[in-house]
Nanobody, 113 residues
Framework: QVQLAESGGGLVQAGGSLRLSCTAP????????MGWYRQAPGKQRESVAT???????NYGDSVKGRFTISRDNAKNTLYLQMNSLKPEDTAVYYC???????WGQGTQVTVSS
C-alpha cells in the first residue's frame, strides 16, 4: 500500500474551478492505475476519472468535458482539474490506487448555486 493525501478541496460557486492534488511519500510511477472517486451524502461512491501508468484516461459521464485527470510521476502527484463546477459535483473526493488497496482520506468539495 501507498499513503495518499488529497488537498485542494473547498467551497466554490457554480461555474468555478478547483484543482485537487494527491501526493504520495514515494514514487507512483510504478502504480498501474490511479483515480479519483467521489461520494455525495446518501449516495454510493462513484468513479470520477482514472488514469493508467501510460496516461490513458477514462471519465465518468457526468464529468466528461469538464474534468481532467493527470499524473506527474516526477512529483509523485495525481491531479484533478475541475472546471465548470455544478452543485451536483458536491461530494467528498478520494484519490486512490485501488489495485493496491490504497485510498486517501478524502477532501470535501462544495459547489454553491
Amino acid at each position: 500500500q501507498v499513503q495518499l493525501a488529497e488537498s485542494g478541496g473547498g467551497l466554490v460557486q457554480a461555474g468555478g474551478s478547483l484543482r485537487l492534488s494527491c501526493t504520495a511519500p514515494g514514487s507512483i510511477s510504478a502504480i498501474l492505475f490511479m483515480g479519483w472517486y467521489r461520494q455525495a451524502p446518501g449516495k454510493q461512491r462513484e468513479s470520477v476519472a482514472t488514469i493508467s501508468k501510460k496516461g490513458f484516461t477514462n471519465y465518468g459521464d457526468s464529468v466528461k468535458g469538464r474534468f481532467t485527470i493527470s499524473r506527474d510521476n516526477a512529483k509523485n502527484t495525481l491531479y484533478l482539474q475541475m472546471n465548470s463546477l455544478k452543485p451536483e459535483d458536491t461530494a467528498v473526493y478520494y484519490c486512490a490506487a485501488p489495485g493496491i488497496g490504497s485510498w486517501g482520506q478524502g477532501t470535501q468539495v462544495t459547489v454553491s448555486s
